[in-house]
């Protein structure tokens, strides 16, 4: 125990039950204490706050992600990515959220680390440990079994179909490539940056089929891998 009167030298070591009863039953030094806890966590909080979240969306579609984080939390920034074009993607956005928005229109079947590394950079002027949230939501049309086997993208073990159209043979091959790029994305950052959130979306289908995926849940380490058998 220790205590300090102004003046006066600190006195630490025993004293009397007498005096620790009285300083436990001061309201007064209760409330000190008290006070100057919640300060320091007050300051903690406002400091970890002080920070911009800085967002990637992949295949950003719609802009689903986007318009949740942003409407949310004014001070967010999103980096989206999609081939489509900025118009197209940007039509079901407000125009007030705009500002805040980075969008790319990129094949992310060429997509790499260092190239999403230099956007990054680019975009905010900061290095990737600062992404709070890299999302991924893959073109669910050739992955999904919705279609009560009319579309004939697939065969039963998720892999392409050999005796399907041409168009649907490509468009097979454009989507698995751009799966397989964003995937080897999102393990190199689980890699560098492990307190990255880092998420896939896609309905249930053929998406845990495919080989991009399960090697990833192989080669990964326990956190990324817990992360992935949810979906």
């Known amino acids: 125990m220790a205590w300090t009167e102004p003046g006066k030298p600190t006195l630490s070591g025993n004293t009397s039950n007498k005096n620790e009863s009285d300083s436990e039953d001061n309201p007064c030094i209760k409330k000190t204490k008290i006070n100057r806890n919640t300060a320091g966590i007050t300051k903690d909080f406002r400091r970890f706050r002080s920070k911009p979240k800085y967002v990637i969306d992949l295949f950003a579609g719609d802009h689903s992600?986007?318009?949740?984080?942003?409407?949310?939390?004014p001070r967010c920034r999103v980096l989206?990515?999609?081939?489509?074009?900025?118009?197209?993607?940007?039509?079901?956005?407000?125009?007030?959220?705009?500002?805040?928005?980075?969008?790319?229109?990129?094949?992310?079947?060429?997509l790499t680390y260092a190239k999403l590394k230099e956007w990054v950079y680019e975009a905010w002027q900061v290095s990737m440990s600062e992404v709070y949230h890299c999302h991924a939501s893959p073109d669910c049309r050739t992955l999904s079994?919705?279609?009560?086997?009319?579309?004939?993208?697939?065969?039963?073990d998720g892999s392409p179909n050999p005796y399907a159209?041409?168009?649907?043979?490509?468009?097979?091959?454009?989507?698995?490539?751009?799966?397989?790029?964003?995937?080897?994305?999102m393990h190199e950052m689980a890699q560098k940056h492990p307190n990255t959130c880092l998420t896939i979306e896609n309905p249930i289908g053929y998406f845990h089929m495919q080989p991009p995926f399960k090697g990833i849940v192989l080669s990964c380490h326990l956190k990324f891998k817990e992360i992935f058998s949810f979906l």
């Open 65 to 73: 992600l986007a318009k949740y984080y942003l409407r949310n939390d």
């Open 165 to 185: 159209s041409h168009h649907h043979k490509q468009m097979v091959a454009e989507h698995d490539a751009a799966l397989k790029a964003a995937l080897q994305v």
């Open 80 to 110: 989206c990515v999609d081939i489509r074009s900025k118009e197209d993607s940007l039509r079901t956005v407000p125009k007030h959220l705009w500002n805040r928005i980075v969008y790319i229109q990129y094949n992310i079947k060429n």
């Open 145 to 156: 079994k919705a279609d009560k086997g009319r579309s004939g993208y697939r065969l039963e």
